[in-house]
């Protein structure tokens, strides 16, 4: 089963660092980019960015530049969503998806979701 | 960026209903158009891509239509388990954009 799998809920404290992971099985993990969706408490999916997991190279939404790293360990079919210095504005859902290209691009396959909440 | 602006936000059915939401793209898209659902606490779910390709085990009630910048998702008879969030996403261009999403609800 092509599926990926996402690390679970963090609770952190503005100012920390962190990494999320998102690791991909059943399927060839090099041969697909990797995207990040963030999803705020009550609102709807954003973009963040991607990455080609052949070689890291990465794309990022304006929105999300300079304040989030996405990175990709292809040895061990895993990509990454990290944070240096976390806000409370962090806090929310964040979904790692697959994207294939022989379907226009969509996001076939979804991780189950990782909750973040930053608060003092 | 590429504007996507889904419409209605909401709407109130119920299950036999025919539902169509509708996605306007700011600028032209091709068929670069796909669409999602969401169920709150789960994975986001493809349904339709390249705007009118049904994904595969998606049950054929949904429909997709458009290019350009106008597109349209069909729900031809809505069933319990369609209660859910629909988003349209852009894949023409980087950033990569959704919809604002569509909450459909049990009228």
């Known amino acids: 089963e092509m599926q990926l799998v996402q690390s679970g809920a963090e609770v952190k404290k503005p100012g920390e660092s962190l990494r999320i992971s998102c690791k991909g099985s059943?399927?060839?993990?090099?041969?697909?980019?990797i995207s990040w969706v963030r999803q705020m408490p009550g609102k709807g999916l954003e973009w963040m960015g991607r990455?080609?997991?052949?070689?890291?190279?990465?794309n990022y939404s304006p929105s999300f530049q300079g304040h989030v790293t996405v990175s990709a360990d292809k040895s061990i079919s895993t990509a990454y969503l990290q944070w240096s210095s976390l806000k409370a504005s962090d806090t929310a859902m964040y979904f790692c998806?697959?994207?294939?290209?022989?379907?226009?691009?969509?996001?076939?396959?979804w991780g189950q979701g990782t909750m973040v909440t930053v608060s003092s | 960026d590429v504007q996507m602006t889904q419409s209605p936000s909401s709407l109130s059915a119920s299950v036999g209903d025919r539902v169509t939401i509708t996605c306007r793209a700011s600028?032209?898209?091709?068929?670069?158009l796909n669409w999602y659902q969401h169920k709150s606490g789960k994975a986001p779910k493809l349904l339709m891509y390249?705007?009118?390709t049904l994904q595969s085990g998606v049950p054929s009630r949904f429909s997709g239509s458009g290019s350009g910048t106008d597109f349209t998702l069909t729900i031809s008879s809505l069933q319990p388990e369609d209660f859910a969030t629909y988003y349209c996403?852009?894949?023409?261009?980087?950033?990569?954009?959704f919809g604002q999403g569509t909450k459909v609800e049990i009228k």
């Open positions: 998806a697959r994207r294939d290209s022989s379907k226009g691009d969509a996001l076939d396959i």
């Open positions: 059943g399927y060839i993990f090099i041969n697909y980019w």
């Open positions: 990455i080609d997991p052949t070689d890291s190279y990465t």
């Open positions: 600028q032209t898209i091709s068929n670069y």
């Open positions: 390249a705007a009118a």
């Open positions: 996403q852009q894949s023409y261009r980087t950033p990569r954009t």
